[in-house]
Each structure stands twice: as C-alpha cells, then as structure tokens.
C-alpha cells in the first residue's frame, strides 16, 4: 500500500466503512468527542498503522457524525478509531480515552487476533491487544435467492450453536465448527425434517468474557452472549477470518440452507454487550457514547444499571439506540437474508431510559413496523433477569414468544406432577388464555421443553440437580429449578429398568411437544440422547461437554428414527398446524367437532380430579384427505384402558406407541396396525397416538 492515501470530508451516511466509487467512506457517530483519529493497517495483526488521519471537526463533522473518504483506499484495508473528550464518568458517564484503539459499532468484519480483554480493562494504550475492522467486499452472487417465507403455522424450529455443532471429531467435516461445517450437515437437518435452525449468536462476541475463576480454568464465553459488534458475524466461525471473508462465509451458509428449503433464525442479544459493568473493557460504545448507549443512574452516571445480570443494560428505547439496533435487523435481513431472530431477555428492551417498564416500547414497535421487517419472524425471551416477566404480555402483536409457561407443565406433567390436566390442555391448544385475549394468535407461541440454557433432554430425566462445578463456580451458576426428574438415580447407570425409562420418557416430551398446537422448537442433539452430565449452564464449556458428538446417530439410531417419524406425523395434519385457536364447533370439512376431550373414558375428561395425570383428546382433520388423530397420555405409575370413539366409516389405526421397543413405537401410515374393537391397553408413563382410516 501507499504511504499516504488522499482525503475528501466524506458523508455522515452511512454509518461505517462502506466502498464507494474509487475509495472508501468512513462514518462514526459520537457526540461529545473532541478529537477523532482514523487508523489505518495493513492486516490485522501489524503493529502500527501506515497512515492516521486525523478529522477535522469543520471539515470531517456534520452534527455529531465524524467522517472521511478516503480516496483510492482498497477494500480489504483493516482499520480501528481513537477517540478523545470529556471523561466525566460520575457527572456524564463519558469514558473518553485518547490511546484506546476502538471498533466501528457498525464494522462487518473483526478480528480478535490480537484481543485481550484485560488490557481493554485498563486505562492507556492498548495498541498491541485491540481488535481491528476491516472493509469488506459486499459484492455477492446470490444467484436468485431470498429470505424465505415459511408460514408460522408450519414451522419447525430447531436451536443450534454452530461451533458445537460440528466440533467434535465424529462430526467428519473439513473446517470444523465454522459456518463452512454446518453448510456439510445440512443433509442432516433436510431428513430430520425441520423448517429452521435457530442459531445461537453469531453476531461478533467476546470469548475472554467469563468470570474470574472461570477463565483461570482456561474456559472460554462458548454460548455467544456477549456481543460487541453487532454487523459482524462471529469471527470464531469463520474459516479464513484474517482475510476478512466474514459475510460471505455467512452468506454462503444462508444460501445453503435455504437452497434445502431450511430458514436461518439469529439468536441475538441487544439488551447488554460485551463492555459489561462499570469496570469492565472499552470496545466501541463505552469509548464513543456510553451515556447514550447505556443505562446509568439518574444521580450517579458512573453506575450502571443492569436488568441483564451481565453488568449493563442497553438504552434500546433512546432514539440513536433503537435506530441503530432497528438498522443492524434491516441490515441482516436486506444483506445476509436472514429470515428471522430470536431476541434475547428482549424484556430488557421493553425498559425507558430510566429503567421503568414502558407500556408501548418505540423499539419493539418500530422492529414490529418496520416495512423492511414485515415478512421476518420476530420471537422474544420475554423476561429480563431483573424479574420482568411478560410471556403472553410482550408489546406488540407480531412477536412470538419463548412460552415458558408450556415448557413448565409440560416438564411437571411428564414427571409425573398432579393437577395439571386443564392447563397442560390449554398448552398443548396454543396457550389461548396467554394469547386470544389480546387478538394473537396460537403462533405467537413457541413451544418448548429444552432450550441451549438448561438441562438437556435426556439429562431432563437423569437428573434432579444441576451439576455444574465443572464451570468453576463452585455450582452457583445455572438455574436451581429444573422441573426434572431422574427416574430413581442421579445420573449415568448401568440398570437397564431405568435407562429404559428415561428414553421413554424422551420420546413423550417429543410426542407431546411434535403435537401441540403453536410453533414448536427442538434443541439439537435431543433426537441423540445427547447429555451434558448434568451440566444445566454450559456456557463456558466449548469441548465435547457441549458438541454433539456424531457416533451418537448410530447408537441411538432408534431415538431418531422416532424424532423423525413424530416430525413427519406433525406435517401430515394440518390440524396441529392451525393459525387460529381451536372453537370445539365442527369442522368444515366432515362436520365433527374439531375438538373432543376425554379420559380414560370418552367425552369424560378428568378436570376436576386433582389427582389425575391423564389426559385423551380427539383432534379431527381439517382437509378432505386428513385422517383424524385420537392422542393419550398417561403420566401416571399404572396402566390403564382407555376407551376409543367410534368415528362410522373409519378405523382406528396405531401410530405411536411411547412404551414399545423401536420400530415397533411408531410407523407411518401405510406400517400401521389396525387396532380390534374399541379400547387399547395404555402402559404407565406413555403417550400413544391413533390415526384413523377409511373402512
């Protein structure tokens, strides 16, 4: 490179670095800064920049934007800002520095080559530890292809952490735990047969951002929440990071999958970022606008206030705020062709600028109107650590939400709790006590019994307690309230009763998740048996605690043959798959209810017996070729008889069976048996499920 490029003042639009014409325009956004440098490299680990351009506040400064165009500059240039002002830290909650090297906000490539988070921590110079951006190429031949628009209704979701996801040696791909690796096992994911994958962040994150004890561990932030730059993708999974190949590795991934018909769904975490508390690195926001970007106390501007337990709390509902984090959504849709996000504790969002719970956030309903935004599905974790709790409250009415609420009765009632009976109905219908009240609709509610924070599936059945010293601290960490049950032994055994009764009990948590109306969302490597050893909290653990290992595909071939089959049963009914809730009036099509409650005897549903753990119900298809579905769960120690109604001109035909052997627990409809007169013999702890067929 030159020595020295020629500059121009440049445009305060659009934020970033972004090529234009013969060279590159630079735009960062900071208001109360004095003196603004641009550094220039040429990779992203040399020592000194060969050029530092210094930016004229009467030339380089149009309201509070500072820019520069720089002529003749290739992309591919690597590039970091200083920044200098006010560091009234008590009285502003300014944390201005001159020597720290800082990100672009809006940067779409990183490195971390040189990262170190303790220096960042420090005051002074951090030149020889800071990360670096990079102007990247945004041509792309997409060859046709959009974000796709998969209705609600029939989505599938299943939530992924892409390094884990292919790290493990059994994984058998070229570039291990990178977007290129996950590009490999997309035929996996098209025979499973779901709709979307849910990734967990992707967005570039801090992996040096755990506590103390942890890191003297030598574990590292694995999960992903804890986002700096919120344009980049992660560079940890990337093949080539240093070449700033970022956004095509991610597009490449985006155009695989939906190629195989699968949408992309970004977990992403803007109520906190990586800066952390009061102490914690200067990285980008805290360095250009912290009294902006964070929220503080009314009286003392040097606390932060944290509703996220990760030591600040985004001001999302402040103007510049909600702009630039409604601009990063539009970006990844309109860019990277992401067809939704998942938005992390998005309760924090709903919060004002002085903390208090704002009834119509302008963040959520610009997200919700925004025109760019129409077609992407939006769902929220809709709580916040600070005990704001809005599941079937959320702002808005496009938003889907995390249904905690299902995940706990389904949870208690597959372990056997009493006095479930009417609400797990309501779950399993859509949660219209949640959502009907306020015009949403069954598929605001997404449902599920695991997720990446918790228990695993299988260790949902192994475990009464969590397990987590391996995390280093000192089992402190992690959820206390597990809702499990570990069928008579903590942990691994060798006693086949138990084992026997822990996959069962597996197979109904799918069965009953696969059947319920709403949007449902499998955790991967549940269809494996995969377990984390009680671990309910493995966010620090990127080993094969937490990667999936593949030979599992093969030992518990029987598990996922079953996840499969149930998937596909759940796609041949429409009648599961409803956009509206369900009115116990006939259908349309035959004229029978569309819904019909029972126990162990028909049209007898046990309500008001506290004491029952079963529920039957009698689902009737919605299309001329749909055949109806008689679904009985029995969550108690004893089997029992159930009687089977009588629909003329059809028969009852067998499709799962939870407490039989493979193969034999669940068939597609042309494998079924014809069930003999009308009642069949229930075992205890098993769903069972009937589809009927012309005589």
């Known amino acids: 490179m030159q020595n020295k490029y020629q500059l121009r003042p440049g445009n305060p639009y659009p934020s970033g670095a972004r090529a234009k014409m013969k060279g590159i325009n630079f735009s960062i956004f900071s208001r109360y800064a004095t003196h603004v440098e641009l550094l220039l490299f040429e990779t992203s680990d040399c020592d000194e920049p060969f050029q530092t351009i210094v930016l004229q506040p009467d030339i380089n400064r149009t309201f509070f934007s500072w820019h520069v165009y720089v002529v003749g500059l290739p992309v591919g240039t690597w590039y970091a800002w200083r920044m200098d002002g006010p560091n009234h830290v008590r009285e502003a909650g300014l944390h201005f520095d001159k020597n720290k090297q800082l990100i672009d906000p809006c940067a779409r490539a990183v490195s971390h080559k040189r990262w170190s988070r303790k220096a960042a921590c420090a005051p002074g110079d951090n030149k020889d530890t800071a990360m670096r951006c990079v102007v990247v190429d945004d041509n792309y031949d997409w060859e046709g292809d959009v974000p796709l ?8 979701v299943y939530e992924l952490h892409v390094g884990g996801f292919t790290r493990h040696s059994s994984a058998n791909v070229v570039n291990p735990g990178t977007f290129a690796g996950l590009i490999e096992k997309i035929p996996y994911l098209k025979e499973l047969g779901i709709t979307h994958v849910e990734l967990l962040p992707v967005m570039a994150f801090d992996e040096q951002d755990v506590p103390r004890h942890t890191a003297d561990l030598g574990l590292r932030n694995y999960w992903g929440y804890s986002t700096h730059s919120f344009f980049s993708p992660h560079p940890g999974y990337c093949v080539t990071p240093e070449q700033g190949t970022h956004v095509q590795e991610f597009r490449d991934l985006v155009k695989a ?6 949408g992309v769904i970004m977990d992403v975490v803007f109520n906190h970022t990586a800066e952390a508390g009061a102490d914690g690195p200067i990285i980008n926001f805290r360095g250009i606008g912290d009294d902006i970007f964070y929220h503080h106390d009314k009286f003392d501007k040097s606390i932060l206030h944290d509703y996220t337990g990760c030591g600040n709390t985004v001001n999302a509902n402040h103007p510049l705020v909600a702009n630039f984090i409604i601009s990063c959504l539009e970006y990844w849709v309109r860019e990277m062709h992401v067809d939704g996000f998942r938005f992390d504790l998005a309760s924090a969002l709903a919060r004002g600028e002085d903390g208090e719970v704002l009834q119509d956030p302008p963040l959520l309903w610009g997200i919700e109107l925004s025109e760019q935004l129409a077609k992407t599905k939006l769902i929220a974790e809709a709580w916040d650590a600070a005990g704001l709790y809005q599941v079937g409250s959320f702002p808005g009415y496009r938003w889907a939400e995390w249904n905690g609420r299902y995940r706990d ?3 208690r ?4 709790d009493k006095g479930l009976v009417s609400e797990l109905a309501t779950r399993l219908c859509g949660s219209s006590d949640l959502y009907e009240h306020k015009g949403r609709l069954p598929i605001n509610s997404v449902n599920f019994v695991t997720c990446h924070d918790g228990l695993t599936l299988y260790d949902l059945f192994s475990y009464n307690e969590k397990h987590n010293y391996a995390n280093g601290e000192y089992n402190q960490d992690g959820c206390n309230n597990n809702l499990s049950f570990n069928c008579g032994i903590e942990g691994e055994t060798d006693d086949l009763s138990i084992l026997a009764l822990r996959r069962k009990q597996v197979k109904n948590a799918f069965a009953m998740l696969l059947l319920s109306h709403g949007v ?9 048996l995969n377990s984390q050893h009680g671990n309910n909290n493995c966010y620090c653990q990127n080993n094969e605690l937490s990667w999936i290992d593949w030979s599992m595909t093969k030992q518990n071939a ?12 759940r796609k041949r009914h429409p009648s599961i798959m409803r956009r509206r809730f369900l009115t116990g009036k006939p259908t349309n099509t035959r004229g029978i209810p569309e819904i019909q409650w029972h126990g162990t005897e028909i049209d007898k549903p046990l309500w008001d017996d506290y004491e029952a753990r079963f529920l039957a119900f009698t689902l009737a298809g919605i299309e001329i070729d749909e ?3 008689h679904v009985a769960m029995n969550m108690s ?8 109604p009588v629909i003329p001109g059809r028969t009852w035909c067998l499709a799962v069976d939870t407490s039989l052997q493979s193969q034999q627990d669940i068939a597609l409809p042309q494998d079924q048996k014809k069930v003999r007169g009308n009642s069949y013999p229930v075992n205890s702890r098993t769903v069972v499920v009937f589809e009927n067929e012309l005589d």
């Open 520 to 528: 449902p969302m499998l955790l991967a490597g549940d269809e494996l």
């Open 558 to 569: 029987d598990m996922l043959r079953f996840v499969r089959l149930m998937i596909a049963l």
């Open 149 to 156: 628009r998969i209705r609600s209704e029939r989505a599938i």
């Open 627 to 629: 055949a109806d579905l």
């Open 257 to 262: 999958l939906h190629r195989a018909g699968i």
């Open 637 to 644: 120690d004893r089997p029992v008889v159930i009687e089977l």
């Open 409 to 411: 009765v389904i949870r």
């Open 413 to 416: 009632f597959v372990r056997g």
